[in-house]
């Protein structure tokens, strides 16, 4: 397996990466060097703009807390905060309120659920982790709780897109707008995730520490602040925070996750009602990806396994992984093809899916060997001028344009170590007849700043965008001009004019990382 010393070397300090046209990457000081009329313009969020939280929503639900509630509402509210746990507490604690008989029979109920569940966090140890820290740890973002932005989500059919901050608050940006709408909720805290509802202008899904949100904002609206209740609020017992979340494609169906929930559930948001998808084992459920043709959801788990799932009779298949869980996954456009990384490996695989002659979506892989390995992003040294940069190692993230032609991986780096910089990798990729994968290049940014997250235009007619948010507060849309091998096109009208590309060594763009066998 060829490594990323066919990559062509990381850029000087000081240079950024502009565009790709003719098959290299252009790069220089200042993007405004390269006018990109195509794309959004860049956004900046200085950590000083954002008011954060002064106390935590625990402390602040004490201060609001009416103690004149009777004990069925207060019990009520125990259950939906806290589960079964939370309701034999608060029976547990209003020894005026209840027999006496009642209050120690919940409490050594209680008890012993408590031991149970230390004996369970034992085996599954992000049990014991707060919210915040359990967020941090299976977010797709790097380094998510230090993170100015934490949140990107394009609109699946328009160019507008929305920023989760670090101050929980949700902006909507529409190029076609002046407006910008601000989304605010007293239950939008350590926002996770957020995804628009597909063939919907105004969905907006809200994964949060306590509960599912789903905004319905009116594009045709003047209002900069939507009020609150334009919000759905959906929560089950037991199932936070919410960590990950994907529509349908048709937009019918939601499905959200949970690390400290076992079960994948299922809403239909219009009704406000779900179905719990449980298997056993795992330990709760991290991340979702639901394929674009709408036969498969990939589900991972903060154990060494993962499950697909089939959409039409829900039935799932179980993976397990050698060393460590599914980090991250994408799916090709076509939903044939499901790339992922594991946690503690330094390798791309593949998983490929064929039709039956019934039209029935199945693995054509037999059992947890036939995944095959694509790409090995192992620790590379590259000499440049600014001295031995070591680019590779473990992933945090992965992402295919809608094309199927750029797939970029986002690479964890080294915090501690000033030359194992986190960085953006980018393969051209290749669906059809054979899967292939060729060197791009490096996506960096300004001086100082790293990547954090990242996600491609769905649908960039020129070729593909990829937007990253920074370190520094910054998001940036670096555009990859090519003409797409699976349409045919005549001329040159696919690809916009641009300068002429500083010269870069031209044989890294033909080398082949892998190509998958014909058979």
């Not at 060097?33 to 703009?49: I, T």
């Not at 989304?183 to 597909?198: D, E, G, I, N």
């Not at 494609?249 to 079960?263: F, I, K, W, Y």
């Not at 299922?266 to 298997?279: H, K, N």
Request: proline letters at 8%.
């Amino acid at each position: 397996m060829t490594s990323l010393a066919l990559f062509p070397p990381p850029l000087f300090s000081g240079d950024i990466t502009l565009c790709e046209s003719n098959n290299e990457l252009l790069f220089g000081e200042s993007e405004d060097k390269l006018k990109q009329d195509l794309c959004p313009a860049s956004l900046h969020f200085p950590r000083e703009s954002l008011k954060l939280h002064s106390r935590t929503e625990s402390s602040s639900k004490a201060a609001f807390l009416d103690h004149s509630e009777t004990l069925w509402m207060r019990s009520a509210a125990a259950w939906r905060d806290g589960g079964l746990t939370g309701l034999l507490d608060e029976i547990t604690n209003s020894h005026s309120d209840v027999p006496k008989w009642l209050s120690v029979g919940s409490g050594c109920v209680l008890a012993l659920l408590r031991w149970v569940s230390s004996f369970h966090s034992s085996l599954f140890p992000h049990l014991t982790l707060s919210s915040e820290d359990m967020i941090a740890e299976f977010s797709q973002v790097l380094n998510w709780s230090d993170c100015v932005v934490r949140v990107f989500a394009w609109h699946p059919h328009t160019d507008k897109f929305a920023v989760a901050l670090l101050d929980d608050s949700i902006k909507i940006y529409n190029p076609r707008s002046a407006i910008t709408p601000t989304l605010k909720h007293r239950l939008q805290r350590s926002v996770a995730a957020v995804q628009w509802k597909p063939l919907c202008a105004s969905a907006l899904a809200v994964g949060c520490q306590n509960c599912l949100l789903v905004w319905n904002v009116d594009p045709c609206s003047l209002s900069a602040r939507p009020s609150s209740g334009c919000a759905q609020v959906l929560s089950h017992p037991g199932h936070a925070p919410v960590t990950s979340i994907a529509w349908s494609p048709s937009g019918s169906l939601l499905v959200s996750a949970s690390p400290m929930d076992t079960a994948m559930m299922v809403w239909d948001v219009a009704a406000e009602s779900c179905v719990p998808l449980q298997r056993v084992g795992g330990g709760g459920v991290t991340f979702l990806s639901w394929s674009p043709d709408g036969s498969h959801v990939l589900a991972s788990t903060p154990s060494a396994l993962f499950r697909v799932w089939e959409t039409r009779m829900w039935t799932c298949e179980r993976w397990p992984c050698v060393k460590g869980r599914c980090q991250s996954g994408c799916w090709s456009p076509d939903g044939s093809r499901l790339l992922f990384a594991v946690q503690g490996e330094t390798v791309i695989y593949a998983l490929t899916f064929t039709d039956t002659t019934a039209g029935i979506p199945t693995s054509t892989s037999k059992g947890p060997n036939a995944a095959a390995v694509v790409a090995n992003l192992s620790e590379t040294t590259f000499n440049t001028p600014d001295g031995d940069i070591i680019v590779g190692g473990d992933i945090q993230s992965l992402a295919w344009d809608p094309r199927g032609e750029r797939l970029a991986v986002l690479l964890k780096g080294d915090p501690q170590a000033a030359d194992r910089p986190a960085i953006i990798a980018v393969f051209k990729t290749r669906a059809s007849p054979i899967f292939e994968l060729l060197p791009c290049g490096f996506v960096q940014g300004e001086p100082g700043a790293e990547p954090r997250l990242m996600q491609f235009h769905p649908n960039f007619r020129h070729g593909a965008v990829l937007t990253v948010c920074w370190s520094n507060g910054r998001i940036t849309h670096v555009p990859f001009y090519f003409l797409s091998t699976g349409v045919p096109r005549f001329g040159l009208s696919g690809s916009p004019s641009l300068p002429h590309p500083q010269e870069r060594p031209a044989d890294f763009a033909n080398r082949s990382l892998f190509t998958e066998p014909t058979i």
